[in-house]
């Protein structure tokens, strides 16, 4: 039995080495292959560089296009967030702690959401962000984005908030405690966990989000990071160790949010999980 748990345990822990080893090794060989040239890097591609050529990252870093790049994907990151989780709270409330007639039809309507992919949506959403001036605007990525994550976001918030006892809301109402007023300084603070999972989600979905900022931007100024890494990838297209370091360079933010907001999305679902 012990030499049986014990295998099983090597076992676990060989498919956890193979996946972190299929996620690192390419990571690791686009840092050290951004300190190369591109003729060492066709000749020499998987060994060290025999010159570390630490132009090509500070090149960049000293670029003001790939910090507005970054700058605008940060603001158009925390704007979607922020109207994703503040409608999707309220509408969850509703739905979670409320029986009406057609609840859960319209919890169903939400839900189907998840099953409508973005490219259906692209020429009618085109045209309606032209028709109402948002193109060339941060607000015509932020709201489509937002609308497209409010299903998940709902789905999530609910099932939490339905998991908060209807005593805690009936001993405030009893102290004349308002529905908005336990909404915001009673539910809200309980649901953190949660509200800090869905936020985290929004804000990688939307820092990862390529076509809808490349339909939305054409001005330069305007363009976000994945947008701005495949502008570079054709400006610079035979300079692959450029390329490298760029892309690099541009995965540093995301890395660096998920690093400190790990532990957050994982407390959230986990706490999720335990209440349910």
């Keep these: 039995m012990n030499a049986r748990r014990a295998v099983r345990g090597l076992s676990l822990h060989a498919v956890v080495w193979l996946i972190g080893a299929f996620v690192a090794v390419p990571l690791v060989y686009a ?67 409320y029986a009406f007639r057609g609840r859960e039809l319209f919890y169903a309507l939400f839900t189907i959401g998840l099953m409508f992919p973005f490219t259906v949506a ?35 918030l609910r099932g939490f908030f339905r998991t908060i006892p209807a005593e805690i809301e009936e001993a405030a109402v009893m102290d004349g405690c308002g529905r908005f007023r336990f909404f915001w300084t009673i539910l809200l603070p309980m649901a953190r966990p949660a509200l800090g999972t869905v936020s985290v989600l929004a804000v990688v979905a939307s820092w990862n989000n390529f076509f809808l900022p490349l339909l939305v931007f054409t001005d330069p100024e305007w363009q976000t990071i994945p947008v701005g890494v495949q502008q570079f990838q054709g400006q610079y297209s035979t300079d692959y160790a450029l390329v490298l370091a760029y892309v690099v360079l541009a995965m540093v933010p995301a890395l660096a949010f998920y690093a400190v907001a790990e532990r957050q999305l994982i407390g959230g679902l986990t706490a999720g999980a335990t209440k349910g």
């Design 31 to 97: 840092v050290i292959s951004g300190f190369k040239s591109t003729g060492e890097l066709t000749t020499n591609p998987f060994g060290l560089p025999a010159r570390w050529k630490i132009g090509n990252y500070t090149g960049i870093l000293g670029d003001a296009m790939f910090w507005r790049q970054i700058a605008n994907s940060t603001l158009i990151a925390v704007g979607t967030a922020c109207c994703t989780v503040g409608a999707a709270a309220m509408a969850a409330f509703v739905l979670a702690r």
């Design 122 to 156: 692209v020429l009618p959403l085109f045209l309606m962000l032209r028709t109402f001036g948002l193109l060339d605007n941060p607000l015509g990525v932020i709201l489509p984005q937002a609308a497209f994550g409010l299903p998940m976001t709902i789905v999530i």
